[in-house]
């Protein structure tokens, strides 16, 4: 079975310009989540869509937005590019969102975006 | 100050060593713990995960957590080279699902032949 697929797996950008990086979850897994990873430090929560709608959004500016597909798969993207937006960019996928429940199944990541910001 | 705050390292055992990776946290709503393992240049894999007080077991690898102390523990048993990676311990609050989680810095181990 494919595990979560995220394109492209590196790219380069110049500052100001927008990116669009995208993630293909698990078959079957509803819920996707992203989360930016820079260099040294943990992954830092983004944003969770589950069946197509925003169930979650961490603390970072509206320059960030994603959107969730029929099929599941998902879209990050970053406008108007910093230096500090350099990092790795992280999507998960899991089977359901029950917030009754809290994460009683398990979450699997895809390999991950570098993004380099020049 | 952040959420969670994880042992820096780098740590670097011989194998066969017990490994003890360590976390606090201050949100006291934190119910769920989890520990993952990242080799590099990978995404994050996880390893076990925990709901509230207590101890789970599982091969090698126990997982404690304490919430009196806001304090959680990975230990390795009988480290392996291929051990060897970025050690991440996760949390999330009741009513979220694990897709929203706040997570440590990460500790880097070396398990040497």
């Known amino acids: 079975d494919a595990g979560v697929t995220q394109s492209p797996t590196h790219l380069i950008k110049t500052r100001g310009q927008q990116v669009t990086l995208r993630c293909s979850p698990i078959?079957?897994?509803?819920?996707v989540s992203w989360y930016q990873q820079v260099l040294g430090q943990g992954p830092q929560f983004i944003f969770q869509?589950?069946?197509?709608?925003?169930?979650g959004r961490g603390n970072f500016p509206d320059r960030f937005s994603a959107r969730q597909f029929p099929n599941y798969s998902s879209e990050l993207n970053v406008n108007a590019l910093l230096l500090g937006d350099s990092a790795l960019y992280l999507c998960?996928?899991?089977?359901?969102?029950?917030?009754?429940?809290?994460?009683?199944?398990?979450?699997?990541f895809g390999e991950g975006s570098w993004l380099t910001v020049v | 100050q952040k959420e969670v705050e994880q042992d820096p390292g780098p740590l670097s055992v011989p194998e066969g060593a017990i490994v003890s990776l360590n976390c606090t946290y201050s949100?006291?709503?934190?119910?769920?713990f989890m520990w993952y393992r990242q080799y590099s240049r990978k995404g994050p894999e996880l390893l076990m995960y925990?709901?509230?007080?207590g101890n789970k077991e599982d091969g090698r690898f126990t997982a404690q957590v304490d919430k009196s102390s806001k304090y959680i523990s990975l230990f390795i048993r009988d480290s392996q080279p291929s051990d060897s990676a970025t050690y991440l311990c996760?949390?999330?609050?009741?009513?979220?699902?694990?897709?929203?989680?706040?997570f440590g810095d990460g500790t880097t181990l070396t398990v040497k032949p």
């Open positions: 925990t709901y509230s007080s």
């Open positions: 869509y589950y069946e197509k709608e925003e169930r």
């Open positions: 996760a949390m999330s609050t009741l009513g979220t699902n694990a897709g929203k989680s706040t």
């Open positions: 998960a996928s899991s089977l359901e969102f029950d917030p009754r429940t809290g994460p009683g199944n398990t979450i699997y």
């Open positions: 078959s079957g897994h509803k819920s």
């Open positions: 949100n006291s709503a934190f119910q769920y």
